[in-house]
Every structure is written in structure tokens, then in C-alpha cells.
């Protein structure tokens, strides 16, 4: 039974909330991803994400102040949960334990094959 | 809105407010808003527009358009929700409850859903011929002049056919003459098989709408066709294609399988249709039909089957037709002293409302109405079951009514969450309830014979099955509903309830009803097996074991009996070999005619007459009261008669031997004299339930053909080995047919099959029945017994002993049970005495059966309840006054 739901388009959204740190909106995301990660990101699939997390009660909002860019529509800033942090260490740590598994050969012999 | 030419897409904006969830909107069009102003700075206004519009259709996605009905909800939807979880939880707090519940109710519902399948079967007879509303069978009805109500004879004359098929064919859209059916023998090349078949007209097939498999309905216009079912089919030309190939009727006519058709289903009146024949060959196989038949209004021997026009009524055509039917002139006053008329028979009658009329004929309405009966209320037993536990665990639940009153709950609601959970529990007993008829049915099938199966893929099944869960968790909800949602919040709050010394009330009359209705089922069932026991003792005045029937099925063994005799006399196994007209257990044949010395000269009584060879009373085991057997060496006994005991009581002669019997048959006057040389006891040739009829037998010779071979085995010897002794010697003398017999104690035994089928139906009910009461009285017990643990400890402190306190727990439920019996046995006494009216030879009620059963059930309820009983009054008083 998995502890911790988390897609693999979520977990990348909640980083990308850690890393912006209080400063995590929609468009900031949006283009925090896009600039790391270098691939576009759909409104639908990060909004999507974003409901979904905070169902899940990995993050949290609220409401920011109304700019001009946005025509008075207010920004909606995030924050990642202490559920969240679990959730995001859970992740990592089932990796790395995974990594830390695989036989130095196995790597090897991937490298070697693509030199080939 | 100073700068329009920044706005996006108008009609795009107005999409994505209408249908984005209104939580999210503002936010989301701001995230729009900005990337669109971006877009317009950096690509300019057409591709920001294009940009804009992706995004708008991207986020249509289910988490973030708004729900249909409004993200508040306006049904009351929730509530069920949660009422439904409240009685999940409850279901799970108390698990014994719960599966005393839910195993109760699921029983009973299995047993009203195996009665309904049964029904169903019954109601659904004939129903897959297409033309089922437009198929009659011809027949003669008339009014019974001795029993009352109307009789149908479906067997007719030759004359009619040919009338009807004339002058009269322009009402009907099809008619169809059959023979009456019959085993043959059908051959191929190497296999010999019997098969029941018909010889019909060739519409018949189109009639029946025969499903066929290969080649045509029509095919019997040629008078060499042959149609077979499947079943024979596959066992005579095994994988072959059997069209074209040549079948043999009796080893004499060679017919051409021209089709194959399905087999009709169980419930079906051609079920046991294994061919059918042209008709034609049936004519010149009876010389005597063309013969004496052609204009001869009295001999009944033939069926006649009409399909009428669509769009017309059977009455209508009836009443055309009537005239059709004729009398030959010495039978006139007699037909309208019966009223005797035409009658198109209509399908939807012959399987529930059968020919023959009269007290001791099988009604199998009155059946269907007894098995929904049963069903019903074992149901209510099982419903009672539940009331009983809800209401008495009421207490219980006291607090959690008062608090949902004071909070706001109008009783309503009380109600509705009553329900609601009722119907929870009566859906899992359904699911229960499906599995166990499902593995049950074949069990079933089994003992009722018949072909059942679970109609799985019948939409009309699951509806019924929804309507079924609905009104069983109506009706084992509607009184717990009502009462509990009935409680004063003050007083249950204040702690101060008391359910008062009537409340029990109610439950003690539902569990007398209960165990009212189990006693009579198993008084019921026990008269049932009596009557079955005792008519299986009756002295049957013949010996059935070890007496062998076969039946002479084709014209090859006609002259082979002489050798047939001297070659199973010569095998070692066989004491005697005779010859009859009709097996051991039936009696196939009865004449009018009698005359004798003393006779009341108005009276003209039919007596069975068999014609039988020499030795058959030796074989037959017979038991002289007077007189002598037929002699082989004596020439006179020709004329000689045996008779039996009622047909001498019947005749009231003092000194019979010797006396004469006169014969005047009817067809031409002619008068046989006889004379009495013996008299044997009664025989049990037909009904094991009715009086012996009066019956004589003579020497085989002028009238009725021996059809029957009756071979009597060494008694003592090994039964297979005399059967292989045997059939070796049918094979060698009559190689061409198959050797296939009957064992006279096995037919016999099949005479009680319907009673002992109704028995056992019985038997299983009334178990299930007495499981569902027991298991209820289980969970009152149980219940009692918890809620007085601390007065149990209490008392025991004081110095009750364990007995007293048993004795404390169980006398409530023995009295009741007590009352019960009272109320059953005068019930079941009537009713049952009533059923046993249905038989001439039956058993008198024995007092017996209702102090046993009543001491059988005051048994099981003992032990049911004083499970629970030693094990409060066991338990440990520090324990149970400790706690709080």
C-alpha cells in the first residue's frame, strides 16, 4: 500500500513550490518549471496538479494581493504542508533507497553499451 | 478596460468564467490574465489570442470545471450518505447481530427466490412456441356427471380430422393428426435405440415452429422424411452429418432424416419429442384405420393440433367449428346427457389446467399457489427476525435517536435512517441470498425434477430482484422504524426510559406467529412421509422384486416367444417367463359389458381387463384366496377368468368358482361367455392410493394383444449376473432389437415420486424455516441474557444457583413456543386433513405428530436458548458487577 499519493507531474509541482518559497503562484510556477526543466507547461495540467495537492492536503493557500497585470484578479499563493514535506521526503528517500540497490555493474554495463 | 486592444477573446473569457469551479475562477483568470499580457508584449496580439485560447480549452478538466448541479449541493443526498455509513458502522459494531441478520434474511430470501424461479417455470410452460396464443388442441369437453365440473378428452376420433381438414379447414391456418406417442425402436446401421416419436401431418413442425438445426420444417410433404431431435441425432449417427442418411422405425419402415431440430426445453409439452414421422407412414402401418376407422365416430385414437389465423380469437373459431363434432347414433343420448362439445383446448391451458377433472387429478395452480405461499412466509419469518432484533436492541440505539431529535431531526428522518438501513441489510442478503440459490438450484432441480436454471441475463429477473430487495427491507424495516423513531428524547436523555412490561409484547407475538408457522411446516411434512410410508406398506398382491418387464416394441418379436421362453428357462436364472397385455403396474385396458348371475340389471360397471398367457400367475406372483391359476393341460380353461377380490365383493357372489361371467362386446354385440376358476387378491396396479380397481383376467386369445413380457429371475441370485444370462438370450433370438427392460419394484416405487417430491420440497422448507426461527430465538436470547448481567450477578451473589438462573432465562421462550405448538396443532390438523382427502387409502392423523413435534421444538428451543442461558448464568458475578 503506497503511503504518500504523488504523481510524477505533482511531485515536480511541489518542489518547484518549495524552491519558490512563499513566492509560489500560478504564472511564477508555471514559468519556474519551464525555465528549470525546460518544457512547457500547460495551465490545465498545473492547475489540475495544484487542486489535487491541495486535496490531498500537501499544500496550502491564500490569497495575495491584486496587481494590474492580472486586471485586479488576486494571485493565489501556495506553501507546501509538514503533510507535503513528508510526502516529498517519502519520495525521495524510496529513490534513493532504490539507487543505493542497484549493483555498480548494472550501471557499468549501461555505460558501456552506450558507448556503443 | 482603458486598453481594449489587451483584452483576449471575449466569448473564450465568458466560456472559461462559465464553466471554471467558481473557488478556483478569480485565480486562475488572473494567472490567464497575466500570461496573456506577456504574450501580447513579446508575440503580439494574434498569437496571444491563440495562446489564450489552448489554455482555455486545457483547463477544461474534471478537477476544475464546476460540478453540474452547483458546487452546493441542493439534495439531501449527504443524508443518505450518511445515514447509510451510521448503519455500516452499526452493522460492524455488532457482528453477531449483523450475521444472525443478514444469514437470517438470506435464507428466506433464497427460499422465496428458488419458489419464484419454480413459479416462474410453471407459468412459462409452452411459452417459446411462437404461436403460443393461437395453438389449440381438438378436443371433446363435457360435463362430468359424477364429480361435477368439466372434463377434456383430447383423444379423437378419425372421422373429425377428415371433417375438419374439408369442411371446415377455411378457419384454421394450419391442422395438424398425430398419433398418440409411443417408444420406437430407431435404427441406423449398427445402433438400435428407443426414442419417443409422433407420426404427424407435415404442418406440425410448422405449427410447434421446430427449431431447426439443418434442413427444412416442411419436410415431411415426402412421406419418406424423417425429422430427428438433436439429442437422438447425435446418439444414432454420433458426429456425422445425419441428413440424407436412412433411419429404421421398428426395423421396418426406412425413413431419410430430412431435418434436424432443437430439442424443445423442459418446459416445454414436446420435451421428451425425439422424432417425428409423416403421417402417412403411420396409416399404412394401421391397415385398420383405412379400414374400420375412416367413419367410425366412437374409436378415439388420434390428437388433432390447429393453428388459427393471427388476429383471431380461439373463441370465435370455436364456436364456428362446433358443429364439426359428431356421435354415432347409439352414443346420441348419452353425449347430450354430458353435454359433450367441441373444443379448441388453448395452449395457455395444458399445462395448468390439465384434462382430466375430479377430486384426484394434480392441480397445478393449486401447487404454484402453495409454493408462493410457503415462500412468502418464510420470508416473514426472516422479517420478523429482523424486527425482533432491532426493536429489543432499541435500547441501545435510545440515545443516539434523542440526541439526533434534539439537534433537529424530525421523526421523518428517524424513519428514512431506519430504512435506509434496512435496505443496507437486505441488499447484503440478497447478494448472500443469489449465491446460495445459485449453488442450491441443481440441489433443487434435483428433487423437484426439473430443469431450472438462474436467468442471470433476464433483465426482468433484476428488476424483480430490486422490487424484491425494496419490499423485504420495507417490510423488516417498517415496524423498527416506526418504534424506535417513536422514543421521547427527554426521557431517554434524562436516562429515565423505561421500556415498560408491554413493550416485549410485540416481540412475543411475532415470535409465536413464527414458530407457529415452522410447526405446521414440520407437521406438515411428517403427515406427507406417513401417508408416503404407509402407502408404500399397503400389501401390493404380487411379488415386485426380482420380476423383469419387457416390452415387445416392434413386430420382431411377434412369434419369437415360444423360444424365448425355452431358452431363458434353460439359462439357469429364470424360474418363469409369461406374457400380458400391460406391465405389472398399470392397467392398461377396462371393458363395460359384464354380465353375471345376480347382477342388478341397471347398472353397467367396467371392470380392467388384462389378458394374460398361461403361467403369468406364476410369475406374476400371484396369491389365490379360491380357486386355481390357468392349467396348461386343461383345454377348458380357455374360457376360463380369474378375478380379484373387489371385482367378487363388486358382483357380491357367495361361491364364485365355477360361476358364469357373460361379455357382450359393444362394438358388434357378440356375447363370450366365461368361466370363474380363481380369485386373487387385490393388486396395486395403479394409484398405490386409490381402492384396487375390479379387475379379471383371461387367456390371451380373442381380445388384446400380449405386449408385455414378464420374466421372473431365481430369487437369491445375482442380480447382474441373470440380467447378462438374459440379454445374451434376447440377443441371439431377436437380434434387431434392443434389450430393454424394467424392474416391476422400480415402477412401482416411481408411482410415489410426486408425493415424495412434495415431501421433500417440504422437508427442506420447514428445515429452513425451523433454522431461520431458531436463529432468531438465538439472538433474543443473547440479547435478554446481556441486558440482565448485572441483575444474573446480582442474584447470584444473593445464592442463585446456575439451574435457577437457567431455568429464570429460558421459561419465557419455552412459553411462548408452548403457544405456539397450541395454535398449530388445531391449524395444521385442518389443513392437513384436508390434503389427505386427496387419497382413498391414507393414513388417520396420529395425536403422535404433534406432542412429538411439539416436543421437538420445546427441544430446540432449549438448546437454542440455553446456550446463552448457562453462559450468564456461569459467568463470574465479580465480573459482571464490577464494571462502572
Known sequence: MKKYQLGEF??????????????AYGVGIKAEIETRLGRNVSMGAMHTALVRLEDKGYIKSFD?????ERMGRPKKYFQITALGKKAMEYSKETRDALWSAIPKVALKLKAVTSEI | MSEPTNMPPRWFHKFFRWYCHPKLRDHIEGDLLEVYGEN????????ADLRFILDVILLVRPAIIRPAEGYQSLNTYGMYKSYLKVGWRNLLRNKGYSI?????????MSVAMLNGLLIWHELSFNKEFDNYDRIAHVAERGIDTEKGGHWVATTVMYPLGTDLMTNYAQHFHRIARTSWDLDYILSSKETNISAKGLYVDKDFPQIFTFKMQSGYRDALKNPKAILLSASIAKSLFGNEDPINKIVRINNNDEQIVAGVYEDFPDNSKFRTLQFVAPWEV?????????QRAQNDWRNHFMKIYVEIPEGKLLEEINAHVRPALQFAPEDQQKASEMQKELYLYPMKDWHLHPEASGRFRYDPILMIKLVGLIGIFVLILACINFMNLSTARSEKRAKEVAIRKTIGSVRLQLIQQFFSESMLIASFSFVVALMVTAAMLPVFNNIATKQIEMPWSNPMF???GAGFVFITGFLAGSYPAIYLSSFNPIVTLKGTLRMGRFAAAPRKVLVVFQFCISVVLIIGTAIVYQQIQYAKERPVGYAREGLIMVQKKSIDFFGKYEALRNELKATGAVVEVSESM???????????GWDWQGKNPNTD????TLAVSHLHGKTAGWQFLMGRDFDVSQAADSTGIIINESALKYMGLKNPIGEQLTWTWWRDQRKLDYKIIGVVKDMVMESPYAPAEPTVFYLKGFNGVPNWINIRLVPGASLPDALTKVERVFKRVIPTAPFEYKFADQEYNMKFGKEERIGNIALIFALLAVIISALGLFGLASFTAEQRTKEIGIRKVLGATVSNVWTMLSRDFVLLVFISCIVAAPLSYYLFSRWLENFAYRIEISPWTFVLTGAGAIVLTLLTVSYQAVRAALANPVKSLRSE
Do not use: D, Y
Open chain 1, 64 to 68: 495575495g494581493e491584486p496587481t494590474k
Open chain 2, 282 to 290: 403411420f396409416l399404412s402401418n394401421n391397415p385398420w384405420i383405412e
Open chain 2, 605 to 608: 360397471v367396467s371392470f380392467a
Open chain 2, 462 to 464: 433484476w428488476c424483480a
Open chain 2, 582 to 592: 400391460g406391465p405389472m403396474t398399470e392397467v392398461v385396458s377396462g371393458n363395460n
Open chain 2, 100 to 108: 444472525i441478520n443478514i444469514s437470517g434474511l438470506a435464507i428466506g
Open chain 2, 40 to 47: 501580447v508584449k513579446m508575440e503580439g496580439k494574434r498569437k
Open chain 1, 10 to 23: 505533482e511531485e515536480i509541482v511541489l518542489l518547484t513550490i518549495a524552491i519558490l518559497h512563499k513566492e
